[in-house]
């Protein structure tokens, strides 16, 4: 590449003024440049998180702290994740109780066991200091915002806690939202979709004042565009990929990313191997199979006593080969497809590791690289990359917290 050569060696002779947009002409190097900070925005944690069991520096999960630096993986959005189940009293008593949980655990993770290794964002601005100063970046998300109840107070306590997305939905209907995938055995009805309830519709606009992104993935189609139309800032989609791509009901079709474009906010691709390619059913009916046969009723397998582990392991292996997992070229050919329809500015990553993500070539944190070179292979430039690694999302979160900050001027 003797023109890129040339502009480098030509850049040592101009004066200092001039050297950031030289250093920009630099070759491209397997690892980001240190300007592109790296935000996967979906990583999943377990219940006993940042405990004795699960150590987040070296635990057995897709993510750790190890990983991340590894991979060149700078800051994620760890997940106050609850799963849908009966709203009864009991059902939000205790979805409550686990979201506490984890955001005690995110916390225990940056104040008392890694201080010196990773830091919690609280704003935009966060994310590209604590790098700087040689630590990773947790933000804090919701999925689920059945851990709200009824009760809108408790946003606030959410926000307190850091969260800086509240997910309004889950895997079957809740009282603020309907869900892509609703859950007849919950009692959720197939039709019509009605999108955001008149609570969800609140709690938008309360997430709109104290400065938390909305976010629409695992919302219908209607709750994705009733949250469009409600919000006063741009939302965003954690966790999402392109129908287009691959006709499936967690996947966003052509118009509502349409709407996202309009609305100015981003889709996070996601490295999820259902989502991005077509598998056939009997692949995740031999998923369900092997669950079983190894007890695992609910989370991840890494949660499994090491003999079970290894069965699991060896009957994935059979099933992988059966049925060739999704890989990074095909979570990038998803965000091709994003940024040819809505452009650059509204395309973004997540993986959704230790949450049923994972592609080949992006099994892990220690992968994230990967995924770099594949937009470089593409033909993407450093400024595309950045955008979609971060860029993009946080300039949302910014607008979001330029939102807050206008209605609590108004409203004095
Ligand atoms: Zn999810």
Known sequence: MTT??????????????????????????????????????????PL?????????LTADLQVNLTKMAAG???????????????????????????????????????????????????????????????????????ENGFSLGRDLEFLERHYTLGARYVGLVHDGDNDLARSARPRPQLGDPAEPDTGVSALGAEAIARMNRLGIMVDVSHGSKQTALDAMRLSGAPIIASHSSVASVNAHPRNMDDETLLAVKADGGVVQIVAFDAYLKNQPEEKAAALRTLRESVGLTAG?????????????????????????????????????????????????????????????????????ANVTAELEARGYSREDIAKIWSGNLLRVWSEVERTAAELATAQR
């Open 72 to 142: 060149g993986l700078d800051a994620g959005f760890f997940i106050v994740f609850v799963g849908q189940t009966a709203r009864t009293d009991d059902g939000y008593a205790q979805a409550q109780a686990d979201a506490l949980k984890k955001f005690e655990a995110i916390h225990r993770m940056a104040e008392q066991l890694y201080q010196d290794r990773i830091e919690i964002a609280y704003r935009a601005a966060d994310v590209p200091r604590i790098p700087a100063s040689g630590k990773l970046v947790a933000a804090i998300g919701v």
């Open 48 to 56: 006993d998180y940042a405990t004795a069991a699960v150590d987040p």
């Open 300 to 368: 991840s397998p890494r949660s499994l006593p090491p003999d079970r582990r290894a069965l699991y392991d060896e009957g994935l292996r059979e099933i992988e080969a059966r049925w060739p997992a999704a890989t990074v070229a095909d979570l990038v050919d998803h965000i091709d497809y994003a940024v040819k329809l809505i452009g650059i500015d509204h395309v973004g990553l997540a993986s959704d590791f230790d949450g049923g993500g994972g592609v080949t070539g992006w099994t892990d944190a220690s992968e994230t």
């Open 4 to 45: 890129v050569r040339q502009s480098t060696l030509a850049c040592v002779a101009i004066t200092a003024a001039l050297q950031f947009g030289c250093e920009r002409a630099a070759e491209p190097t397997a690892a980001p440049a240190p300007a592109t900070i790296t935000l996967d925005t979906h990583i999943d944690i």
